[in-house]
């Protein structure tokens, strides 16, 4: 009986070709949760990735093999100052084109926010007129939307000015009116993360993973390498496969190509706490690359995509665990948290 043939497919799944580069920086929500909270909510939020470290926390989620033990957990910190709410929409729904916007009330933007870094043609906008004519439009919608926009000049290790824009869905009740007038109340004002999340919550992120440039087939998508004791007329790191015809080539070969700064997902990541002093989680000597969490910031357990200062979308669960439609938002205890220094770690 001859030996059995070593089964080695191919790493990377199809499901995320083609692998191209995100179109920009801060993702765009192209989904959201349907939740019942009793009260208008934002459902989602922007920070900033700050950097890693390590703590102790007491498993406390239900029917896990570790629960009610101390355990070990690799936690990111993301750094989130508040958000100022610039604009209300409203979305209306037609049968052939979907969601389409009815109209948006601007309001005129703090000073200190810069904003004529990011919309140089904003304007004077008439706040009371738009409101009024969105108002006519409640019948029709069927959507309520906030615009935020970010505060980098917050955030401990940015430089940047420039502020980020992202639209985010007023949920939590099916009344349309009272998600209108929710928006309304918070136009012009600060947004803190607190109102929107709680700790022990999962959250769905939303990131642009590091980029690595134009790679080969060996990196891209994890083929096995040819033998290197032999002679390799078109060399060893080569593509496998038929590369095709003059009428083209399968799209399920591997290609060398674009690798990573892809739009990706990560679900049910758990907060873990939610601070407003970020020197009580910075490590000595500060975080690698990014320096001192001095505004509000969020504590997730595992890891996360993307690079320290990019922009990450935080987002109520979209399909939450198990545990937590059971047991709602459990506060989990930390009873330890690495603030030594990473410099040389």
């Given at each position: 009986m001859g030996a059995r043939k070593k089964s080695a497919p191919k790493r990377g799944s199809l499901g995320y070709s083609p692998r191209k580069r995100a179109s920009r920086l801060v993702p765009r929500i192209k989904s959201w949760p349907e939740?019942?909270?009793?009260?208008?909510?934002?459902?989602?939020?922007?920070?900033?990735?700050?950097?890693?470290?390590?703590?102790?926390?007491?498993?406390?989620?239900?029917?896990?093999?570790?629960?009610?033990?101390?355990?070990?957990?690799?936690?990111?910190?993301?750094?989130?100052?508040?958000?100022?709410?610039?604009?209300?929409?409203?979305?209306?729904?037609?049968?052939?084109?979907?969601?389409?916007?009815?109209?948006?009330?601007?309001?005129?933007?703090?000073?200190?926010?810069?904003?004529?870094?990011?919309?140089?043609?904003?304007?004077?906008?008439?706040?009371?007129?738009?409101?009024?004519?969105?108002e006519k439009l409640l019948d029709k919608a069927v959507d309520v939307r906030v615009i935020l926009a970010s505060q980098p000049?917050?955030?401990?290790?940015?430089?940047?000015?420039?502020?980020?824009?992202?639209?985010?869905?007023?949920?939590?009740?099916?009344?349309?009116?009272?998600?209108?007038?929710?928006?309304?109340?918070?136009?012009?004002?600060?947004?803190?993360?607190?109102?929107?999340?709680?700790?022990?919550?999962?959250?769905?992120?939303?990131?642009?993973?590091?980029?690595?440039?134009?790679?080969?087939?060996?990196?891209?998508?994890?083929?096995?390498?040819?033998?290197?004791w032999h002679k390799h007329r078109k060399g060893s790191r080569s593509g496998p496969g038929v590369r095709g015809s003059a009428a083209g080539s399968w799209w399920e070969v591997p290609q060398p190509g674009q690798t990573g700064f892809h739009r990706r997902t990560d679900y049910n990541k758990r907060i873990l706490s939610i601070g407003v002093d970020g020197s009580l989680v910075t490590p000595?000597?500060?975080?690698?690359?990014?320096?001192?969490?001095?505004?509000?910031?969020?504590?997730?357990?595992?890891s996360i995509p993307g690079v320290v200062k990019r922009p990450m979308v935080l987002r109520w669960p979209i399909r939450p665990p198990t545990w937590y439609a059971r047991v709602g938002a459990l506060k989990p205890k930390i009873t330890y948290i690495s603030v030594g220094s990473k410099q040389g770690s």
């Open positions: 939740v019942d909270l009793g009260k208008p909510a934002l459902l989602a939020f922007l920070g900033y990735k700050a950097g890693m470290t390590h703590a102790y926390i007491i498993d406390d989620i239900p029917d896990s093999p570790t629960s009610g033990r101390e355990i070990f957990v690799p936690v990111t910190l993301v750094e989130t100052p508040p958000m100022i709410v610039l604009a209300v929409r409203l979305y209306g729904r037609d049968p052939n084109r979907g969601l389409y916007t009815l109209g948006e009330a601007w309001t005129a933007p703090p000073q200190e926010l810069e904003l004529h870094r990011k919309i140089q043609a904003l304007g004077s906008p008439n706040t009371e007129d738009s409101l009024k004519n969105l000049k917050l955030a401990g290790g940015l430089s940047k000015k420039k502020p980020d824009i992202l639209e985010v869905k007023v949920g939590g009740v099916p009344d349309v009116k009272t998600l209108f007038n929710y928006a309304v109340s918070k136009l012009g004002k600060e947004v803190r993360v607190s109102e929107v999340f709680q700790p022990g919550m999962p959250v769905d992120i939303i990131a642009v993973t590091k980029g690595k440039g134009f790679q080969g087939v060996i990196k891209r998508w994890g083929v096995k390498e040819l033998p290197r000595a000597g500060g975080l690698l690359h990014y320096g001192v969490v001095k505004s509000e910031h969020l504590i997730i357990a595992g």
